[in-house]
């Protein structure tokens, strides 16, 4: 379901089928929905099994990576003696990207369902929900369904009846875009400056507390109960394209489109149909111009790109970008793509967490050269100068921060160069000027 | 909104006392009572201590509606840290106040998306209806602060606003002055 908006019929609702019903938030209500059926049905699995069913699925993370989620949980090894955990990302933070919120918004419990079959196929008694300290509104309803899910003995010592422990923490975080990255998110649990780690070891070597755990994104492990209910096959076989990609995936719809929202959508739908019909196409009189399709830390496209794209993790490197966390920002023909680009490079420097050199040093350097291009007093020269920091800034640092802020700045002067060569020669911002006159 | 947080904003920002370096005014500690019960059963979720720290933070802030070097150093003994070590972490973090802020404390989503859909115009329209003038000055009747924040993760409803621990989606500079009447 689109939410806000009523579901499109091309749609395909699985994790958005109750967006928009308070009555599914409840845990009677989401019982009436068929819920904790899957948990039940998983505490009479191996955790084995469990595994194997969901990499038969073809299930992979939702947060950006595409890691294969069946692989990732076989990582963790049973029975070594340690404790083992289970972190869930609810710090969505990548602009354009606000699906799991919705999730957490409508069906608290749907998370809570995942997250414990999640931990149990682990190995893990303890699962923490660390959920970003701006979302102030699903935190409390997770808190609220994680209290009915402990007072109906879903959780605890004696999970279902089962003689296994899941405990499930809401945990929330206090403003740092970093700590969505696992190994900073890790850090931050630990009551730490969210820091990224240097990997190796893995978090499924060392992670929280320097123990074995896995971290999964709050849409993968609500898919996970769908997947035990209705079986692996059934998964697989939602694939309009690539055999790699599929299930269904939520995509968030922003920026200057008539229908922004939420749409649920078999993986490999055509991005030309959706973005003119499914989210109702530009606004009166305006033209699309330029598309982030996986939040902001991946290429953009322009639209001849886009609308040739096939929604699946395939289908958008075949295009020269990625599906990411499916946070699509659209921009029309009234906005400057190098006003934007420049927003963006302000917000990886603020959100850098300044421990790499070329990181601290290359957000804030690229943003001073960005912002000048905009107020109309750069230079050709800057391009050059541009394209070397992104370089100097690209796979030479402990997470990909920095990466991500050369990604708008280099694809854009790949695809929107005549704009930023028409604030040089004209020496201010055109848009900004045809908007005042 | 608790007495505590209307005495610090009432407070000159600028005194000594306020700003929790100097004990003219005594401290007084925040974890008694039902706060120290809930700092307790908080302690439980966590296989060691400073696990806690960022929720002990959110408690402090919850109270007092900053969080002073006084409370730092309380939370740090709570947890047998260092106060320099809860101050790092304190300054990590762009949601814990390290000073007195209005009784409203305004964050407006400004990144990208929002910056499409007008974001800046709202902007402007908090910062005159609320006398604040400038981002992250006090508006003079101590009522409100407005910053400019990196998103807040509801591009779809753009433009998101929070004020306190409200969250209000698709703000508009036609619907501020209505929206500004509920905090008085």
């Known amino acids: 379901m689109g939410y806000p908006h009523k579901s499109h019929p091309k749609e395909t609702p699985i994790l958005s089928k109750y967006f928009g019903e ?28 469990i595994v194997n069913v969901v990499k038969e699925s073809g299930l992979r993370g939702r947060g950006g990576a595409g890691f294969p989620t069946g692989m990732k949980w076989s990582f963790m090894k049973p029975g070594d003696g340690k404790a083992h955990y289970l972190c869930v990302n609810a710090d969505e933070s990548e ?51 994680v209290k009915e899910a402990y007072a109906a003995g879903l959780l605890g010592a004696n999970a279902m009846g089962s003689g296994k422990r899941i405990d499930v923490h809401v945990h929330r975080g206090a403003g740092a875009y970093i700590c969505g990255e696992e190994t900073a998110l890790m850090n931050s649990l630990e009551g730490r400056r969210g820091n990224p780690r240097i990997k190796p070891p893995f978090p499924a070597v060392a992670g929280l507390f320097g123990l074995p755990t896995t971290i999964n994104n709050v ?6 109960p769908h997947i035990l209910n209705n079986g692996a096959a059934w998964y697989k076989a939602m694939s309009l394209s690539s055999p790699k990609s599929t299930g269904s995936k939520l995509f968030s719809v922003c920026g200057n489109v008539t229908r922004p929202g939420n749409y649920e959508v078999t993986m490999g739908y055509p991005f ?42 395939e289908g958008f490197v075949a295009k020269g970008t990625m599906l990411g966390s499916g946070g699509v920002i659209v921009f029309d023909d009234s906005q400057c793509m190098v006003r934007h680009i420049a927003r963006l490079a302000r917000f990886y420097a603020h959100e850098s967490c300044a421990q790499c050199t ?52 280099v694809s854009g002067l790949q695809k929107f160069r005549h704009e930023f060569e028409a604030h040089i020669t004209g020496k201010r911002c055109p848009f900004r000027t045809a908007a005042a006159a | 909104m608790s007495a505590q947080r209307e005495g610090a904003s009432q407070a000159d920002p600028l005194s000594h006392a306020s700003r929790g370096n100097v004990g003219e005014i005594p401290y007084e500690p925040v974890f008694v009572g039902a706060m120290r019960d809930e700092l307790n059963a908080l302690l439980g979720r ?28 309380e939370v740090a003994q ?13 300054t990590f973090y762009t949601m814990y106040h390290q000073h007195p802020v209005g009784r409203y404390f305004i964050q407006v989503c400004t990144t990208s998306p929002c910056l499409a859909c007008g974001a800046d115009k709202v902007v402007e329209s908090l910062l005159s209806q609320t006398g604040c003038g400038d981002l992250g000055a006090t508006s003079p009747d101590g009522r409100f602060t407005v910053i400019e924040v990196e998103c807040l993760g509801a591009c779809g409803f753009a433009t998101p606003i929070m004020v ?21």
């Open chain 1, 22 to 49: 308070p009555q599914a938030r409840t845990l009677e209500g989401w019982k009436q929905r068929g819920g904790y059926r899957a948990l039940q049905q998983a505490l009479g699995m191996t955790p084995a099994d």
């Open chain 2, 46 to 73: 966590y296989p060691n201590k400073m696990a806690a720290l960022l929720p002990a933070l959110w408690m402090v802030q919850r109270e007092r509606g900053w969080v002073s070097e006084e409370a730092m150093v």
């Open chain 1, 95 to 145: 602009p354009g990207t606000f699906k799991d919120r919705e999730i957490m918004r409508w069906t608290p419990h749907a998370l809570i369902e995942g997250t414990a079959i999640g931990a149990y196929a682990i190995g893990a008694e303890t699962a923490y929900i660390y959920i970003r300290g701006e979302f102030t509104e699903p935190l409390r309803i997770m808190e609220d369904a």
């Open chain 1, 358 to 409: 070329q990181c601290r040093e290359g957000t804030a350097w690229t943003t001073k050269i960005m912002e000048r291009i905009e107020a109309g007093q750069g230079t050709f020269q800057d391009f050059e100068t541009l394209l070397e920091i992104g370089d100097n800034m690209t796979g030479k640092t402990i997470c990909v921060l920095s990466d991500s802020c050369a990604v708008p700045v």
């Open chain 1, 219 to 224: 849409e993968t492990l609500a898919a996970v």
């Open chain 2, 164 to 184: 306190n621990e409200e969250f209000i989606e698709s703000v508009t500079p036609e619907k501020v002055p209505q929206i500004l009447t509920r905090f008085k």
């Open chain 1, 272 to 313: 030309k149909d959706f973005l003119y019909d499914m989210c109702g196409g530009p606004l009166p009189g305006r033209k699309f111009k330029a598309v982030i399709p996986g939040g902001s830390s991946v290429p953009i496209q322009s639209m001849e790109e886009a609308e040739s794209t096939l929604m699946d993790y």
């Open chain 2, 78 to 90: 709570l947890l047998e840290l260092t106060p320099a070590y809860v101050k790092g972490v304190v």
